[in-house]
């Protein structure tokens, strides 16, 4: 049974930071690119950033610079660390997956495996 389990989201004023980790299980961890991805209230989905199972990664343009992407392959685990945070930012958060080695980019297709969210809220 797939899991990825997403934790780390609260409040924060404006500038401020956070830190969300996704733990995962039932998949072969190291043979997949991971991603974060957020939705806020009337919105679609959107990609946030990725990185593949060469730790190569890629960030939406609208958190380039703010945010980070990382892996840790022995844990199992994805984390985004979140800086310079804007109300813009407020939405759920959610860690997927997607099998394959290669180039991988903050887009929806390929993503099969899917946390259930955690919010995080930037107030101004």
């Known amino acids: 049974q797939v899991q990825l389990v997403e934790s780390g989201g609260g409040s924060v004023q404006a500038g401020g930071s956070l830190r969300l980790s996704c733990e995962t299980s039932g998949i072969h961890y190291n043979y997949y690119c991971m991603g974060w991805f957020r939705q806020a209230p009337g919105n679609e989905r959107e990609g946030v950033a990725t990185?593949?199972?060469?730790?190569?990664?890629n960030y939406a343009d609208s958190v380039k610079g703010r945010f980070t992407i990382s892996r840790d392959n022995a844990k199992k685990t994805l984390y985004l660390q979140m800086n310079s945070l804007k109300p813009e930012d407020t939405a759920m958060y959610y860690c997927a997956a997607r099998p394959g080695a290669g180039a991988c980019y903050p887009v929806r297709a390929g993503f099969g495996d899917w946390g259930q969210g955690t919010q995080v809220t930037v107030s101004s």
């Open positions: 990185i593949n199972t060469y730790v190569s990664t």
